[in-house]
Nanobody
Framework: VQLQASGGGLVQAGGSLRLSCAASGRSFSSYIMGWFRQAPGEEQEFVAAISGSGSTTWYADSVKGRFTISRDNAKNTVFLQMNSLKSEDTAAYYC???????????????RGQGTQVTVSS
């Protein structure tokens, strides 16, 4: 599985962005998809994840109520809708895939390159 994240950019605090992660390969719907982020000098942080069917989602407390993860299995794509963005959301955002849920990015079998999100205050 190859993953490619896109949709990052520069946005003012309070604004919104929608990230996408396109996956290649088979059996996309059998993978849990996760989003992680890493700010300069910080460790990679769990943001959100979604089950293969989309029926179950998980969120970090820091983004709950502001971010929404979703997926379109017909298009092999997972999304992260980010609203009410704050300066502390500034980071490189990565998507990852695995057959099991975890809040640790290192446990995911497949990880894509990041897309930069910068929130100006």
């Amino acid at each position: 599985v190859q993953l490619q994240a896109s949709g990052g950019g520069l946005v003012q605090a309070g604004g919104s962005l929608r990230l996408s992660c396109a996956a290649s390969g088979r059996s996309f719907s059998s993978y849990i998809m996760g989003w992680f982020r890493q700010a300069p000098g910080e460790e990679q942080e769990f943001v959100a994840a979604i089950s293969g069917s989309g029926s179950t989602t998980w969120y970090a407390d820091s983004v709950k109520g502001r971010f929404t993860i979703s997926r379109d299995n017909a298009k092999n794509t997972v999304f992260l809708q980010m609203n009410s963005l704050k300066s502390e959301d500034t980071a490189a955002y990565y998507c990852a895939a695995d057959r099991f849920f975890s809040r640790l990015s290192t446990t995911y079998d497949y990880r894509g390159q990041g897309t930069q999100v910068t929130v100006s205050s």
